[in-house]
């Protein structure tokens, strides 16, 4: 593009060349001078009506301000309302995390006043050396954080409580209880001398001395395979308690039950007395795993001072630290013996077993 200047004051006229990047930055230049003249006089305009408080003015800047506050003011209720709509989800999720704690807690034993989940935990620190405040934008990715570990630990949690009441119904169906409340340990688990032939052969079971009639009960929850007279149990009452494990009950006067019935753990299902092949009255008490008799003490030794069993609870302790002894075969396992007088004296270890293969695993 070229340009002729023509003036008086001239002696010729002037042509100039002008580029297209010239003309470019020209414009450019022109523009920018514009907007630095707007942008100054747009800030001197709000300066004005703030200092002179300028009524005409600061209408004008209200009508320019509001489109502008209310897409702020539309801005922050919606944050709010997700803010609450999120503050109220983790409310729920809090009051089923507390409630799963308590039930948890409840079955591993922790005493309430030990943990309470309604108590904010202690917090502190050093005071920081900076700080600032959260963004809404850093809030909610908090909030987000926190409600998904709220979901990790309340699946973690439902998983300890489902294993808790797994081990908790297992424990239920182990012989824990003593079977009499009464009487004392006549002949304990191991090798002795037989009281009617003399030899020295098996006791499968534990013997407690009891008078007859003395109440019977369930060495732990199950179902009554068999309640029926035997030629040399007596009447016996059989209990199934799953996985391979079985109570037997022998030489009972009187059964209270009968096959089929589901026991509870503490529930009476016979009475004492001298069936079958028996010196007096008593109760023949044996566990079983798998078809093999195992030492009902290594069971029922954690009792209270005082029970029928108490005197057995030393022996028993190192028949389990101690590797246990078994025939070769399908015999019943052997544990060192215990066995006592016909009164109520201490029980004192019998003669050692022979040496065999290890017996089945107490589940």
């Not at 408080?53 to 997700?82: C, G, T």
């Not at 020295?200 to 068999?226: E, K, R």
């Amino acid at each position: 593009m070229q340009l002729i200047l023509v003036d008086r004051r001239l002696a010729r006229a002037r042509t100039m060349n002008l580029s297209r990047a010239t003309i470019a930055w020209g414009v450019l230049g022109a523009l920018t001078v514009v907007v630095v003249a707007v942008a100054a006089l747009y800030a001197f305009t709000f300066r004005l009506a703030a200092q002179r408080e300028i009524p005409a003015v600061k209408q004008l800047v209200s009508i320019v301000m509001h489109d502008r506050l209310a897409h702020e003011e539309q801005y922050l209720r919606d944050n709010v309302s997700a803010m609450a709509r999120m503050v109220g989800e983790m409310q729920a999720r809090l009051m089923r995390l507390d409630a799963l704690g308590e039930r948890v807690s409840k079955l591993a034993g922790i005493r309430p006043e030990e943990f309470d989940f309604r108590v904010v935990p202690g917090l502190g620190g050093a005071e920081p050396a900076a700080s600032r405040p959260l963004t809404v934008s850093e809030l909610v990715v908090q909030a987000h954080s926190v409600g998904k570990g709220l979901d990790e630990r309340t699946d973690y949690l439902n998983v300890v409580e489902s294993e808790l009441v797994s081990n908790a119904a297992r424990s239920a169906l182990l012989p824990r209880n003593t079977p009499v409340v009464e009487g004392f340990v006549g002949s304990g688990f191991g090798m002795r001398t037989d009281p009617f032939t003399g030899e020295y052969t098996m006791h499968s079971g534990i013997d407690f001395a009891a008078p007859v009639g003395t109440p019977i009960f369930a060495a732990a929850g199950g179902v009554v395979a068999s309640a029926e007279p035997h030629p040399a149990f007596g009447n016996l009452v059989t209990i199934d308690h799953g996985n391979g494990l079985s109570t037997l009950y022998a030489h009972t006067s009187r059964m209270v039950v009968k096959a089929g019935d589901i026991v509870r753990k503490g529930q009476q299902i016979a009475l004492v007395g001298t069936t079958g092949r028996s010196t007096g009255p008593h109760l023949h008490f044996e566990v079983h795993v798998n078809g093999a008799a195992q030492n009902p003490s290594r069971y029922l030794a954690n009792l209270k001072p005082g029970s029928p069993l108490a005197g057995l609870a030393p022996l028993a302790r190192a028949a389990v630290a101690m590797p246990a002894l078994a025939t070769v075969g399908s015999a019943p396992a052997v544990i060192p013996a215990v066995a006592t007088t016909s009164q109520a004296s201490p029980v004192t270890p019998a003669a050692p077993p022979a040496a065999a293969s290890a017996a089945p695993e107490i589940p």
